[in-house]
């Protein structure tokens, strides 16, 4: 889901003079996890907690598939989540270690790509549009035209997040299709339209909080939260949300099926279903989360932000992206791969 640093290793430990009762591994997006919920957890369990950040779910995947990573938790988008499972890459969780599952709101428990939550519990949930600088636009910021043929005020100054799926698939919508869709008409207009764009664009980088923030970016692809959190530093950034349509994502936490500190990993899964723990996540990285009676506790700025609450009119226009064929995929990659040189 995905503000991303450079991957780096993070410590977050107990005080020098506690005895830590385990350890954790904890394999997650970057600028993505609250400090303050580490801390407490360790205050609470006395578990010391390694952090490794990520900058895509291709990047999570090709490090797990590669065997003997050390993590214990990843925490994949939604449509990933069924390839960690087809690949056996993660665990089938015993509900009966996690007492706190039954506080997963209801319409995020029987989900398409994770039925009756047997493999992964919420993290949290947003979408992927159009961060802008009103400052230097100010025309229509609903519409994924303005990264697919930037208006002169963008030309140079527009980022990309370099996030395969998300871009590619709101360069499908824009063009009529649906997210794995292998029609080759479809996919030649998307093609020729971001070879065409990719000039217009200043880079194609995941580093976007800050410089939305201060201004080095007019405009980027974007998820909300990270955009929030730009318009907090910065009131002239708003979010659009492409009328033609755009990505859902929901990032949840699986237990690695190699971890190797099992007891650990389900006492910080049952920790993060506590609908107080659930809202300091939300509240560091700005974006929903799925367990309910999170909401008292949630931030005041959050329970009507423009970046949480998509317009009534645009809100339909968003669309969970499925878990795609092999085919599908080949058909994208080679399109994304032509892009990125």
């Known amino acids: 889901m995905k503000i991303v640093l450079a991957a780096t290793a993070v410590l977050l430990g107990s005080t020098a003079g506690a005895m830590a009762e385990g350890t954790l591994n904890l394999f997650n997006w970057g600028n993505y996890t609250s400090p303050e919920l580490i801390e407490k957890f360790t205050a609470e369990t006395g578990i010391t907690v390694t952090i490794t950040d990520y900058d895509s779910n291709t990047t999570a995947l090709t490090k797990v598939e590669a065997g003997a990573s050390g993590f214990d938790l990843v925490v994949p988008s939604a449509n990933y989540i069924p390839v960690y499972v087809r690949k056996g890459l993660i665990a ?5 270690r996690i007492p706190n599952i039954t506080n997963i709101a209801a319409e995020w428990v029987d989900v398409p790509w994770d039925p009756g939550r047997k493999h992964s519990v919420p993290w949290q949930w947003g979408s992927v549009g159009i961060a802008v600088n009103t400052s230097v636009y100010s025309g229509d910021v609903n519409t994924s035209e303005l990264f697919l043929d930037p208006p002169p005020e ?3 100054k527009i980022n990309v997040v370099p996030e395969m799926n998300d871009v590619m ?3 499908i919508f824009n063009a009529g299709g649906e997210a794995c869709t292998e029609d080759l008409e479809v996919l030649r207009v998307v093609r020729d339209r971001l ?3 990719k000039p217009k664009w200043l880079s194609m980088d995941y580093g976007t909080t800050d410089k ?8 980027s692809v974007n998820w909300n939260g990270s955009t929030m959190r730009a318009r907090i ?3 002239d950034v708003v979010y659009g949300y492409p009328r033609e349509g755009y990505p859902l994502f929901m990032d949840s936490v699986a237990l690695l099926s190699d971890a190797q500190n099992v007891d650990e990993a389900y006492q910080f899964i049952n920790f993060i279903l506590e609908p107080e723990n659930a809202a300091m996540i939300s509240a560091f990285a700005r974006y ?8 008292e506790f949630m931030p005041e700025d959050m329970k009507t932000a423009p ?3 998509a317009p009534a009119d645009l809100a339909a226009a968003g669309r969970f992206l499925p878990t795609c064929p092999q085919s599908a995929v080949d058909l994208y990659t080679a399109i994304w791969t032509e892009l990125r040189k």
């Open 154 to 156: 963008l030309e140079g």
């Open 169 to 171: 698939n709101m360069a």
């Open 195 to 197: 070879m065409a764009a």
């Open 307 to 309: 970046e949480i609450i």
């Open 212 to 219: 939305l923030s201060s201004g080095d970016y007019a405009a």
């Open 288 to 295: 929903a989360n799925g367990v309910a009676g999170s909401e």
């Open 233 to 235: 530093n910065n009131p």
């Open 92 to 96: 089938e969780l015993d509900h009966s």
